[in-house]
């Protein structure tokens, strides 16, 4: 996977994951047409709140690639690193979300796991694509 793909991928996938996570979710309390037909507002408003904790998770990503601290510790370490990021980047979104009043203060600690669930996902990816490119 080159730069700009893994790039791409750390700074869009997530939200994108947690808005998949929410919808799959809801199918057990909502309609699927209504689970449907939020998704896209849903979606919108998590690129929206989560900008910032994306960018900073990319950075953050971007630096543990290039200082050679994927292939010095590993698959595992990776994934472990963007979980932990992903874990802060979902308390921020929804810390984000609570101060403009679209979430309440306690959804920090759902989004938080959520974030670190994800961030687990798209860590093993991006390592997995980076080392079947090396």
């Given at each position: 996977?080159?730069t700009?793909?893994r790039?791409?991928?750390?700074?869009?996938?997530p939200?994108f994951?947690?808005v998949?996570?929410?919808?799959?979710?809801s199918?057990?309390?909502?309609?699927?047409?209504?689970?449907?037909?939020g998704?896209?507002?849903?979606?919108?408003?998590?690129?929206l709140f989560?900008?910032i904790?994306?960018?900073a998770y990319?950075l953050a990503?971007?630096?543990w690639?290039?200082?050679?601290?994927?292939?010095?510790f590993g698959i595992?370490?990776t994934?472990?690193?963007?979980?932990?990021?992903?874990?802060?980047a979902?308390f921020?979104a929804?810390?984000?979300g609570?101060w403009?009043?679209?979430l309440?203060p306690?959804?920090c600690?759902?989004?938080?796991?959520?974030?670190?669930?994800?961030?687990?996902?798209?860590?093993?990816y991006v390592d997995?694509?980076q080392t079947?490119?090396?």
């Amino acid at each position: 996977m080159n730069t700009n793909k893994r790039i791409l991928v750390e700074l869009l996938a997530p939200p994108f994951l947690a808005v998949m996570w929410l919808a799959v979710a809801s199918f057990k309390s909502e309609t699927i047409l209504s689970t449907l037909a939020g998704f896209l507002p849903l979606l919108l408003f998590a690129y929206l709140f989560s900008i910032i904790p994306s960018l900073a998770y990319t950075l953050a990503m971007e630096i543990w690639f290039r200082s050679g601290l994927r292939s010095h510790f590993g698959i595992f370490s990776t994934a472990g690193f963007s979980s932990l990021l992903g874990s802060g980047a979902g308390f921020l979104a929804a810390a984000i979300g609570a101060w403009l009043g679209f979430l309440i203060p306690s959804d920090c600690i759902h989004f938080a796991s959520l974030g670190a669930v994800v961030g687990l996902l798209v860590g093993f990816y991006v390592d997995r694509k980076q080392t079947s490119a090396a």
